[in-house]
């Protein structure tokens, strides 16, 4: 790597080094040739139209003469003749290059469409010298014409009358300087019917600033000697884009066309600088006139006419450096080297500027995806980031990726807390009927039970206490608060707003509806329930009671636990939706895998409330067994606290032993008064409530690691693993061009960002 690098930095050094004619920048001698070198290799690589590079314009009204001036600065054969004035700017460039030819091609304007850039890349002309491209100039611009789509007699399917591609002429040959020019429509004031409209005045005014604008162009006023030059548009636009005058020169045409005296004196002041209009100076040429043909030239390439009449007064006695084409060519090329040096740090940072612009768009439109192949890997990379975000949302490593700031997305957590809320509810409002508590100890006596620590069922968790110890207070096990409470309030206020969406309507029509009342008829029910279903027993009950009486019982828990089922899945849903939408590119990617995973995303939604419903059958319709020795712990615990109460009435203190203590005779009364009815009633209300709660607790247990868990959450087949890498592997082909495929406008997107990209990188390679 580090040696590719060096050797790439040798083969760029080496044009510099071998150019020897430059010399070592110091203070003092200008390295402007090899900037305006390096400018015009910019320029050959059609970087101009991403980077406003180093240009002369020259601006002016119609028939100012720019045309003409600038044919005698560039030595380019402009056609002339009224009705052919320029309809679009071109560009002139120079270039040092062994072979001598012209080359014409067409610059697009950067709105065109793609098919019109093509058609307009297309076109290219070369020539091998100025008098066979004066030969078919007109021909030439005939075929610009055409390609431009500019409405004119030989091509009256044109369109418009003013285009903004331009016409490029790059004059090739091993005496060429490095001057760029750019002749624009000029600005005219009245609009002519039938021919120009406002529409295309303001185009053109547009188009005019559009080049001046930039810092890097130097503004060369075109003004006709023959006419007032204070009346001239063009010098207050000039000023307004370039007030310091910093790179604006005024450049006078027409000097042969002045008559009177005072109109040559005044065009003298201004050339003379004796009435300062402009901070760099009026020039004076004299271009060819319009049946001027003669472009005879003396020795040293001057313009017989022109040396002629500048030999003539007034003119002869104006500082000669500001009088004639070629003192004003010399004067064109030191301002460009100077504003090239002004321009060239700049160019570099903003090189650098838009090549970063350019990567980002292009990071933004993601990788290419027209084959299959690529809208895999697309897709692929996608679902690869999503199982990330998931995992680090199911590890509650929020820290790890930006969308977690948003608390609904903190998934896991959301989870656990509705978890929690599902548990206390079912221990507050699972059961039918609320449980008699047996009261072990009286609260006037000092009778307390040293395991006893006074926890009531209702509000404390007791799951924790391995002995299930202090259920049993002599009251009705306190769950009942004579409330009506909607679970949904009660599950939904988690400090969690759940945005139930339309597509998830057949889970969570449970959501809006349960309202849950504990009842307190706490004897009467079993009672009732072991009279109508009592068979031949003696002095024992039918397991057949107990199931039903546990079905009786457990009631809400459907209710309660679809409800839980639906909230979670509503979490699940937004979360993956949410995360989706952050790491799609485009909201058209974003609705596309959306609408193909959906109806698998509702399936497994479906699975873990189906799991859930099926573990709430299996709790109700098996009969009640387990194997848990808390079962039997709290039975126990249940029954010694019955014969405890009824020996308490007993029960006195004995100060030989320091406890209570009853009599030995009593025990055999205490536990034989009540009739068989009430102790099978006894019996089931406590084998019930200490098998409730067992089941209950296994029960909640089983609704989060199965339904919730595994089939929700972290298992195989979770919703949450379904938009995976294996998943867009599955897609056909339909199905994956759907959601990746690119439309056209990205794939032209793409294609220019490449090439700028490309053309940048070798800008800064060139700048350097
Ligand atoms: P443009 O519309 O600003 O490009 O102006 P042109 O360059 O097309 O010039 C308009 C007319 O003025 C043409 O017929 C030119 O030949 C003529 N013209 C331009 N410069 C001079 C000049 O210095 N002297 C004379 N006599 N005619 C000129
Ligand atoms: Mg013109």
Redesign the pocket.
């Known amino acids: 790597m580090k040696l590719k690098r060096s050797l790439l930095e040798t083969t760029t050094a080496t044009p510099s080094t071998m150019g020897s004619e430059i010399k070592p920048p110091a203070s003092g001698i200008l390295t402007s040739p090899d900037r305006l070198r390096k400018i015009d290799q910019l320029r050959e690589k059609n970087i101009d139209v991403i980077l406003p590079l180093p240009t002369l314009v020259?601006v002016?009204?119609?028939?100012?003469?720019?045309?003409?001036?600038?044919?005698?600065v560039t030595g380019i054969p402009?056609p002339?003749?009224?009705e052919?004035?320029?309809r679009y700017a071109t560009q002139i460039t120079h270039r040092r290059d062994p072979e001598v030819q012209i080359i014409i091609t067409i610059i697009p304007a950067p709105q065109s469409t793609e098919a019109e850039k093509i058609s307009l890349r297309s076109y290219r002309k070369e020539l091998s010298s100025t008098t066979q491209l004066r030969d078919q100039f007109a021909k030439i611009l005939d075929e610009v014409n055409v390609y431009m789509k500019i409405k004119t007699d030989k091509n009256p399917e044109g369109e418009k009358t003013f285009s903004r591609d331009i016409l490029k002429i790059e004059k090739c040959g091993p005496t060429e300087d490095y001057l760029t020019v750019i002749?624009v429509?000029?600005i005219f004031r009245l609009t002519s019917k039938g021919q120009t409209t406002e529409g295309d005045r303001n185009l053109v005014r547009d188009m005019v600033t559009g080049f001046i604008k930039d810092k890097r162009t130097i503004i060369l006023a075109?003004l006709?000697?023959n006419v007032d030059v204070m009346t001239q548009e063009i010098l207050a636009l000039a000023e307004q884009y370039d007030p310091d005058g910093e790179r604006t020169l005024g450049v006078l045409?027409?000097?042969?066309?002045v008559i009177e005296r005072s109109a040559k004196e005044a065009v003298c002041n201004l050339v003379a600088g004796r009435k300062k209009a402009l901070n760099l100076g009026y020039y004076l040429?004299?271009?060819?006139?319009?049946?001027?043909d003669d472009d005879s030239k003396d020795d040293s390439g001057i313009r017989r006419k022109?040396r002629d009449l500048f030999q003539q007064s007034p003119w002869c006695n104006l500082p000669q450096e500001r009088v004639g084409v070629a003192a004003l060519r010399e004067r064109l090329q030191d301002l460009l080297g100077e504003i090239t040096d002004k321009a060239y740090p700049e160019l570099r940072s903003e090189a650098r500027k838009k090549l970063a612009e350019a990567r980002e768009q292009q990071d933004a439109l993601g990788p290419p995806r027209q084959t299959e192949r690529e809208q895999q890997q697309y897709l692929a990379q996608i679902a690869a980031k999503f199982q990330q975000i998931v995992r680090a949302a199911l590890e509650a490593n929020y820290s790890s990726h930006s969308a977690f700031d948003e608390h609904g997305l903190r998934l896991i957590t959301q989870v656990v807390s509705i978890t929690d809320t599902f548990n206390t509810l079912m221990r507050k409002k699972g059961h039918t009927y609320s449980f008699v508590k047996v009261k072990t100890r009286d609260s006037d006596d000092k009778l307390v039970n040293s395991d006893d620590d006074s926890e009531v069922d209702d509000g404390n968790e007791e799951d924790d206490d391995p002995a299930y110890d202090g259920e049993y207070d002599g009251e009705y096990d306190g769950e009942y608060d004579g409330e009506n409470d909607a679970v949904h309030s009660e599950l939904a206020n988690r400090g969690t707003v759940i945005h139930i969406p339309p597509e998830l309507e057949s889970f969570t029509n449970i959501v809006k509806q349960p309202i849950i009342t504990v009842k307190q008829d706490n004897s009467n029910w079993i009672r009732n329930m072991y009279l109508e279903s009592r068979g031949i027993e003696l002095g024992t009950f039918s397991p057949i009671v107990l199931a039903s009486a546990f079905r009786d019982q457990t009631t809400n828990w459907g209710l309660i636990t679809e409800h839980y089922i639906s909230l979670i899945i509503s979490i699940i849903h937004e979360f993956t939706l949410s995360i989706l939408n952050t790491i799609c590119a485009g909201e058209k990617l974003y609705e596309a895998i959306k609408s193909i995973l959906m109806d698998d995303l509702l399936a497994r939604y479906a699975k873990g409330m189906d799991y859930a419903k099926y573990l709430v059958q299996v709790e109700r319709e098996k009969k009640p067994y387990t194997v848990n020795h808390y079962f039997s712990s709290n039975l126990q615990k249940a029954r010694g606290d019955r014969a405890s109460e009824a020996l308490k009435k007993n029960c006195y203190w004995d100060d030989h032993s320091g406890a209570y203590a009853v009599k030995f005779e009593h025990i055999k009364t205490a536990v034989t008064n009540k009739s068989n009815q009430e102790h099978a009633q006894d019996d089931i209300h406590d084998i019930l409530k200490s098998y409730y709660k067992v089941a209950r607790k296994r029960f909640v247990d089983n609704v989060w690691l199965y339904a919730v868990d595994h089939h929700l959450l972290s298992g195989p087949n979770s919703p949450l693993t379904l938009f995976s890498e294996q998943w867009v592997l599955g897609l056909d082909e339909d199905s994956l061009n759907a959601i990746a495929g690119e439309s056209r406008s990205t794939r032209d997107k793409r294609k220019e960002l490449t090439k700028k990209i490309a053309d940048l990188e070798e800008a800064l390679r060139i700048l350097k």
């Open positions: 020259a002016g009204d119609q028939s100012s003469g720019k045309s003409s001036l600038l044919e005698s402009f002339r003749g009224q052919l004035c320029t002749d429509p000029g075109v006709p000697a045409t027409k000097p042969d066309l040429v004299k271009n060819r006139g319009g049946d001027d022109e």
